[in-house]
């Protein structure tokens, strides 16, 4: 087997023979976990010549470790590491190598740094996850091949995102969601998260305020604090966010920017009232603010004319417009887009090129084939009516299953019930009582900005197929909790 070069540092001075020195070192490595049980050792031929030795100095080596069981031969002849040798835990007392902790003071993680994951099995009744089995792979696969064959993808290229895929989501966000952009007025991100992400750094200074919904979405709350920001809390009622409260937060200087979902609330589905965006956006254009608006499932509205992105209606260049294919395509192919004055965009890009300098331009291009031919286009109609449907079968087995322990009204769009919980029932130890029976759903506080409990679930239909639905909520109710264990201070 091919292996790679293997440089050992020997000292030519040491008294100590360079077989010697070979023996020790690679002992250290297999010691340290460097060299892993199996693993392939250099032929004693390319050894040699890696090292400007001898042959015979390497066999001597070899022969020596051996000896000492640290190595073997395989039937092929190849040398390996013993398969024998007790596994070495990383920086284990003793051992050389790499230690397990920091030497340096780390500063204080992000709030929602771990992800836990799910055991194998588990349905997952979460907010907002599309189905991968939905992806039209066949028509991805064969763009991304035809893209790979342009050498120039795989080379430095424009920091704001291959021209084909900003110039065909500057049209699609034209004809469907009326945006007057062109292609400069894009910039194309890995997924919302980084457009959130640069936002907060290229467009805010450290220390400002931003005003947030609460209840909200944590992972833009974090990368705006990343960003050296403040995250102001502001509520949402049955009308989207509390708009009216802004003008005084504007005014004594508290807020310079506003991210909102307004569209489908996340997480509570509720669409910005027609009267409150208006003055929003009157409001952002007085008081100079940033509005950064997240439209991350705008293809998913099932009743009703879709609602146009404030954006669309903005003459004064106050928003900047976050998007993402996350769910309309597939959240693993990490596409999403800034739009914005072209000056503002500008900015973002400058920023982007230090921290990622670019996106994968093969994919871009892909996926850019993908809309040029209409595949997008069908593929979201084709998804659009699917998810109906699961919308549909899930509120329809939580009505037959769980009506006396949920209340929800039935969302024009997303991929999410926002269910109330009946007073008694503590949602977070629901939740845990759920993930042990093999159904994975989100308590209300996981969206609090207070992180206080909050009577409420939130439950994705997005990702399980009807059959798959009915079961997850059958597991729901057998993981309610039965009365006497239903309050408690676990929280929601
Ligand atoms: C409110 C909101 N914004 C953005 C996203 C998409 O994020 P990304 O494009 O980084 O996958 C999600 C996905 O869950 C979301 O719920």
Not at 188 to 199: I, K, N, Y
Not at 212 to 224: D, M, N
Not at 280 to 285: C, E, S, V
Not at 365 to 386: D, K, M, N, P, S
Request: include cysteine.
């Amino acid at each position: 087997m091919r292996t790679w070069q293997t440089p050992l540092a020997l000292d030519r001075a040491d008294p100590a023979p360079l077989s010697v020195q070979i023996a020790r070192a690679l002992a250290a490595r297999i010691r340290a976990g460097a060299l892993r049980p199996g693993a392939p050792l250099p032929s004693s031929r390319a050894l040699a010549r890696t090292l400007g030795v001898h042959r015979n100095t390497v066999l001597a080596a070899y022969g020596e470790l051996a000896a000492e069981g640290w190595i073997a031969s395989d039937p092929a002849r190849a040398t390996l590491v013993s398969r024998d040798l007790p596994p070495v835990p990383r920086g284990a007392a003793g051992a050389p190598g790499p230690a397990a902790r920091a030497g340096f003071d780390l500063p204080p993680a992000p709030s929602d740094a771990t992800w836990e994951a799910l055991p194998p099995g588990t349905l997952e009744l979460l907010g907002g996850t599309p189905d991968p089995r939905l992806v039209p792979v066949a028509a991805l696969g064969s763009a991304y091949r035809r893209a790979l064959r342009r050498r120039e993808h795989l080379a430095y290229g424009d920091a704001a995102g291959h021209p084909r895929l900003r110039a065909a989501l500057a049209r699609m966000l034209g004809e469907a969601r009326g945006l007057a952009v062109d292609a400069d007025g894009i910039l194309v991100t890995r997924g919302a998260q980084m457009a959130l992400s640069l936002a907060g750094r290229a467009l805010l200074s450290p220390g400002d305020g931003v005003a947030v919904e609460a209840l909200g979405y944590r992972p833009a709350w974090e990368s705006l604090r990343l960003a050296g920001l403040r995250t102001v809390p502001v509520p949402v009622d049955a009308r989207g966010l509390e708009v009216e409260r802004l003008e005084a937060l504007a005014a004594a200087g508290a807020i310079r920017a506003v991210y909102l979902t307004p569209h489908h609330q996340y997480p509570t589905t509720v669409t910005l009232a027609p009267a409150r965006r208006l003055a929003l956006l009157d409001l952002a254009r007085r008081a100079r603010l940033l509005v950064l608006e997240d439209d991350y499932d705008a293809e998913f509205h099932y009743e009703g004319r879709p609602v146009p992105p404030l954006a669309s209606a903005d003459g004064a260049g106050v928003v900047v417009y976050v998007g993402t294919l996350s769910k309309v395509l597939a959240p693993g192919l990490r596409l999403g887009w800034l739009a914005g004055p072209p000056d503002a965009i500008e900015r973002l890009t400058a920023h982007r090129r230090f921290l990622d300098r670019q996106g994968d331009l093969a994919v871009e291009a892909a996926v850019a084939e993908l809309f040029e031919e209409g595949e997008a286009q069908r593929h979201a109609w084709r998804t659009r009516r699917v998810y109906a449907g699961r919308r549909e079968a899930l509120a329809a087995e939580l009505g037959a299953r769980l009506g006396g322990a949920l209340s929800f009204r039935t969302p024009a769009g997303g991929m999410a019930l926002w269910c109330r919980v009946a007073p008694g029932i503590d949602p977070g130890a629901w939740a845990a009582r759920a993930l042990r029976a093999g159904v994975a759903v989100q308590p209300g506080r996981l969206f609090a900005h207070d992180r206080r409990a909050r009577p409420f679930l939130r439950l994705g239909f997005g990702r399980l197929d009807a059959r798959e639905l009915a079961e997850a909520v059958r597991r729901l109710a057998g993981a309610l909790p039965r009365r006497g264990q239903r309050s408690g201070a676990s929280g929601a």
